[in-house]
């Protein structure tokens, strides 16, 4: 993604109607069956981690949402978490860097917010470890979480200073929710 071909406005300045076709065009409209929409369920994104990527005519073709969830443990705290995504393009425009400058933005604007606040919460996402890997994600610390849905453990990913302090076992889930 160039910077002279494209641009990156926060996602609340991008129509909502078309930020959900850009969602249906990358994943299809069953994408709300999926168990990160279980995890996120009735959160609002964070305005401050998700943006909307314009191509060089203004048109959006791609979007990152970030949304505050928790992992309940065990013994019955919620320690809080980001959830990463959906990062999604639209497929015509797929493989131009559009999703790497995406998450590049994010990860920008979490270390500016760390920067400020002192400190940053861990990020969590369900993905391709080689693809998001370059910024850190990784199972390392998410052998013991458990997701409320199906999906595949490898795939469960995090990444932050903050995971050594993690617990090494919970179930994910809305931020708020006592049945996360």
Known sequence: MSQNTASLIPLSAAPPEMV???LDRAFGPDRHARTAYRIRADMAPLDALS???LDENDLLVGTIQCWPIGLLT??????PLVMVGPVAVVPERQG???GVGLMSAMI??????AEANGASLPQVLIGDAEYYGRWGFSDA??????CPGPYEQHRLLARGAA??????????????????
Do not use: H, I, N
């Open 108 to 113: 920008d604007a979490d270390a500016r917010l």
């Open 51 to 53: 943006f909307a990527a």
């Open 74 to 79: 065990p013994q019955g705290a919620q320690v």
């Open 141 to 146: 610390a998410t052998k013991g979480w458990r």
């Open 163 to 180: 995971l050594v302090a993690m617990p090494a076992e919970g179930m994910l889930g809305p931020w708020g929710s006592a049945a996360a």
């Open 96 to 98: 131009e860097g559009f």
């Open 20 to 22: 959900e076709a850009v």
